[in-house]
T-cell receptor, first 112, second 112 residues
Framework: QKEVEQNSGPLSVPEGAIASLNCTYS??????FFWYRQYSGKSPELIMF????GDKEDGRFTAQLNKASQYVSLLIRDSQPSDSATYLC????????????FGSGTQLTVLP | KAGVTQTPRYLIKTRGQQVTLSCSPI?????VSWYQQTPGQGLQFLFE???????NKGNFPGRFSGRQFSNSRSEMNVSTLELGDSALYLC???????????FGPGTRLLVL
C-alpha cells in the first residue's frame, strides 16, 4: 500500500463547476497535510495546508481533513481553465517532520 | 521577498560524471530540502538541511549528497551519474520551525 494515494485522473470538469480532489494516507500518526498545484513543466506551488480536522477555506479553495478516515480533500469552486494542472497531495508522516511524502498527483482539466 | 532560486536550470551530463546543483532559499528561511521528481517515481524526498546540519535523509544511495552553508544556501551533488538520475531536482525552502515548504523552479538534469 502506498503511503499517500490519489486518483491519477484525468479529472475533467466544466468551467464554473466544483472540482473535488481526494487523497488518502496510510500513516495514522500523520500531522500535516498540503496541497500543491503543478503546471506542466513547472515546479509545485503551495495552495493550502491543513493541520486540524475539518474544513479550511482560502478563496475558491477548501481543504477538508478527516483524520479518523485518513482522508484529505481539496475542493475548487467556480473552476477556471487556468486551474487545469496536476494537484499533488503531500503529507508529513509521523516521525518524519519536514519530510513531505507525495501522492502521484491528480491531473485536472477544466473545460471552457 | 524573492523566492527560491536554483542554478543551473538545465543540465546535460554523461554517465559516470558528477554534478553539483545549487539552491538559495527564501530570505530568512533556514531549512532547505531537496526532492527528485521523475515520471515513474513521482516526487521523492532526498534530504533536508537546517543550520548547516542534515536533519533528515530519504532512501537514496550514497551517490547523492548535500551540504548547507552558513548563509543557508545549499548544494546537492550526485556522483557517478546513471541514466536513471535524469530528473527534475527541486529545492524547497522553509523557515525551519514549521513544515510549510516552498519550491524553487527546479534543475532539469538529463544524463546521456
Amino acid at each position: 500500500q502506498k503511503e499517500v494515494e490519489q486518483n491519477s485522473g484525468p479529472l475533467s470538469v466544466p468551467e464554473g463547476a466544483i472540482a473535488s480532489l481526494n487523497c488518502t494516507y496510510s500513516d495514522r500518526g500523520s500531522q500535516s497535510f498540503f496541497w500543491y498545484r503543478q503546471y506542466s513543466g513547472k515546479s509545485p506551488e503551495l495552495i493550502m495546508f491543513i493541520y486540524s480536522n475539518g474544513d479550511k477555506e482560502d478563496g475558491r479553495f477548501t481543504a477538508q481533513l478527516n483524520k479518523a478516515s485518513q482522508y484529505v480533500s481539496l475542493l475548487i469552486r467556480d473552476s477556471q481553465p487556468s486551474d487545469s494542472a496536476t494537484y499533488l497531495c503531500a503529507v508529513t508522516l509521523s516521525g518524519s517532520a519536514r519530510q513531505l511524502t507525495f501522492g502521484s498527483g491528480t491531473q485536472l482539466t477544466v473545460l471552457p | 521577498k524573492a523566492g527560491v532560486t536554483q542554478t543551473p536550470r538545465y543540465l546535460i551530463k554523461t554517465r559516470g560524471q558528477q554534478v553539483t546543483l545549487s539552491c538559495s532559499p527564501i530570505s530568512g528561511h533556514r531549512s532547505v530540502s531537496w526532492y527528485q521528481q521523475t515520471p515513474g517515481q513521482g516526487l521523492q524526498f532526498l534530504f533536508e538541511y537546517f543550520s548547516e546540519t542534515q536533519r533528515n535523509k530519504g532512501n537514496f544511495p550514497g551517490r547523492f549528497s548535500g551540504r548547507q552553508f552558513s548563509n543557508s544556501r545549499s548544494e546537492m551533488n550526485v556522483s557517478t551519474l546513471e541514466l536513471g538520475d535524469s530528473a527534475l531536482y527541486l529545492c524547497a525552502s522553509s523557515p525551519g520551525t514549521e513544515e510549510t515548504q516552498y519550491f524553487g523552479p527546479g534543475t532539469r538534469l538529463l544524463v546521456l
